[in-house]
């Protein structure tokens, strides 16, 4: 009777906010949840980012947190084998994690047995469910650098390799086959707004003036959301739980008739609109962030036109630039050949992932944000997930092992769009820059043409599942035996993984490299002032509304940091 009520309710997926290091507790309250609704457990747990995977302590230094709140947590027993997540779990990266960890699997991989980290884009398939995940939060001013970071990290590297990069984003905006599942750390900008905003502004106050400046959420995961549509969107980082329904127009019969339709629109748009909502009085709500004070950007840099990113708008002083002129971060939405020089240089025309291919049919996308794992916190949520295209139900039927009814498995389409963008990518380069963006309409032949070698090399071979190939590469901490603080970083290491998928996938390891080309990069480090942004003394500047902890923020009062942005 279980199974037969199984395979009509869909997969059972159980979604967590934020991690931060609580792996014990999330599996715990996992297990709870499921017996609470007659459960025998879940197929999937997905954790919205902030994981915090520190293998040790030396992973630890370069964790973007202050030192008085690095702790190794429960990650470590689960990377050495002491212990074993009991549900196959997925998940993103926050703005808090170690990053020398994550480094090694760009593409995606285990960090331990039976936990995948979805690298900083990636789609996959579980079951009937294609699911696209978005790692990172939104830093305007990084989002069109390439991927410049590798250790030894700099300490700008350790707070930029978070921020979403246009490089990424590019790939998942030309995905063309329905998505059930997307995945974001921070939300989509503007969701607030199809959702209940004056509850939200009761929990969190200060949210309300951000909404209005048009500076609360993700653009980019706003792109990501509008061009995807998926039936269900994830988000954490706001420590809080929200709902909301955003609903779509199909999307046109014809991919010429709505690029034809949307330039009209866009026009028509120029010629009228050059007006912004005018923010609201600034309520106080308590705010304490993790980053120094001098990683934050002025909000007026964090602002973009929601409905049209190509619109005009008026700026005021306060915004960073003056009337008429575009704010930096506007500006770092364009291409590079927008940069600044004559006034009457052309505009994008279309906003990023529009128009939507007709194959994309889903109207209605159920949002979902929550907290992280506290007491007396809303974290979790168990959901039976179904597929866009019930057809799915069918094509990828559960397995009679009760304890694995779906494979994890690489989605083709993504494969192909990855073979596509791997000679552009470039790694640990600061002078480098990506390449213009060539429009859907030139990749689409190409990625056609990859779509055909995939099929050819991996999708009729059988190759799909994603291997069970974990690998320690870092030595894992030892309680009681290793120092739980250093001040020194880890050494970069070549992910068995990486190498796999990378022959798999037929591209170019560029997370490689010879024990002699490390030591070098090592004798080339910055000084150790520049090398990481919290000293092991645990010094910190603080952040917002510090010393202003009443409880009524995102954590205060609990004695823990919160670590929104």
């Known amino acids: 009777m279980e199974g037969n009520t199984r395979e009509v309710d869909g997969v059972r997926i159980a979604v967590e906010g ?18 609470v609704r007659g459960w025998d457990g879940v197929d999937l747990l997905i954790i919205g980012g902030d994981f915090q995977a520190a293998r040790n302590a030396a992973d630890l230094s370069v964790m973007s947190v202050p030192a008085k709140y690095r702790q190794l947590a429960d990650f470590p027993a689960y990377y050495s084998g002491e212990k074993k997540a009991p549900y196959l779990t997925i998940f993103i990266s926050g703005n808090h994690e170690a990053s020398s960890y994550l480094w090694e699997l760009y593409y995606g991989g285990w960090v331990a047995p039976n936990i995948y980290y979805m690298g900083p884009a990636n789609v996959l398939r579980f079951g009937p469910l294609r699911i696209a995940g ?22 700008d590297d350790i707070k930029s390799f978070y921020h979403v990069r246009e490089i990424d984003v590019r790939k998942l905006l030309l995905l063309r086959e329905q998505v059930d599942i997307g995945l974001s750390h921070d939300w989509p900008r503007a969701i607030e707004k199809h959702g209940n905003s004056n509850a939200l502004w009761k929990m969190k106050p200060d949210f309300k003036k951000e909404s209005f400046d048009g500076t609360l959420g993700n653009p980019a995961a706003a792109y990501v959301m509008d061009r995807l549509r998926p039936a269900y969107w994830y988000s954490a980082h706001l420590h809080c739980k929200f709902a909301a329904v955003k609903t779509y127009d199909a999307p046109q019969a014809s991919n010429a008739e709505q690029h034809a339709e949307a330039e009209k629109k866009q026009e028509a748009s120029q010629a009228v609109h050059s007006e912004t909502e005018a923010p609201s009085a600034n309520p106080e709500e308590v705010d304490l962030d993790m980053d120094d004070e001098e990683d934050k950007e002025p909000v007026a840099s964090d602002k973009v036109t929601e409905a049209n990113p190509a619109e005009p708008s008026t700026a005021s002083p306060s915004d960073g630039a003056l009337p008429g002129q575009v704010s930096d971060d506007i500006r770092a939405q364009l291409p590079a050949s927008f940069a600044k020089q004559e006034a009457s240089e052309p505009k994008s025309k279309t906003t990023p992932g529009q128009p939507v291919p007709p194959t994309i049919t889903n109207t209605t996308t159920r949002f979902l944000a929550l907290d992280k794992c506290l007491p007396g916190r809303k974290f979790i949520q168990l959901v039976s997930s179904m597929p866009v295209n019930a057809a799915n139900l069918t094509a990828f039927p559960p397995s009679s092992n009760p304890k694995q009814r779906y494979r994890l498995q690489y989605d083709p389409e993504w494969l192909a769009i990855t073979r596509v963008f791997s000679e552009y990518l470039t790694i640990g380069d600061a002078t480098a820059q990506d390449p213009p963006d060539l429009g859907e309409d030139a990749y689409l032949p190409i990625i056609n043409a990859e779509r055909q070698w995939v099929e050819e090399h991996i999708v009729s071979q059988n190759k799909l599942d994603v291997p069970e190939n974990f690998a320690i590469t870092a030595p894992p901490h030892r309680p009681g035996v290793d120092p739980e603080f250093v001040n020194y970083q880890p050494d970069e290491y070549t992910n068995p993984q990486t190498t796999a998928f990378c022959e798999l996938a037929g591209v170019p390891n560029l997370w490689d490299a010879t024990p002699e080309e490390r030591e070098e990069r090592k004798k080339n480090a910055p000084p150790p002032s520049s090398q990481s942004s919290y000293g092991p003394s645990g010094s910190h500047r603080g952040g917002r509304g510090r010393g202003r902890g009443h409880g ?6 609990r004695g823990g940091w919160r670590g929104r942005r």
């Open 18 to 35: 934020c991690g931060h290091g609580t792996l014990d507790a999330i599996y715990e309250t996992v297990t709870t949840a499921a017996g």
């Open 134 to 155: 978005m790692s990172g939060i939104w830093k305007g001013f990084d989002y069109r650098k390439p991927h410049q970071e590798r250790l030894p990290f700099s300490r």
């Open 552 to 557: 009524g923020g995102r954590g205060g009062g």
